[in-house]
């Protein structure tokens, strides 16, 4: 399971998080659930998040 996945599946099922609650959490308090977890995930890469970012981005008005 990728390092992104794990922390999805931490983030809903651990902390009873809905996925729109999980992408509207700060970097602080995704750093905060992550070190919370405690299950050995690994931080995304740069990679992970480029792609992240890329496949979601912001929306703009």
Not at 9 to 18: C, D, E, N, P
Not at 40 to 58: I, K, N, S
Request: aromatic content about 14%.
């Amino acid at each position: 399971m990728s390092a992104w996945r794990a922390f999805f599946a931490a983030a809903v099922l651990r902390f009873g998080l809905s996925p729109g609650d999980v992408w509207a959490l700060s970097v602080g308090e995704w750093l905060a659930l992550a070190d919370a977890a405690g299950d050995g995930a690994a931080a995304l890469t740069g990679a992970e998040l480029t792609f992240l970012v890329q496949q979601y981005p912001d929306e703009t008005s």
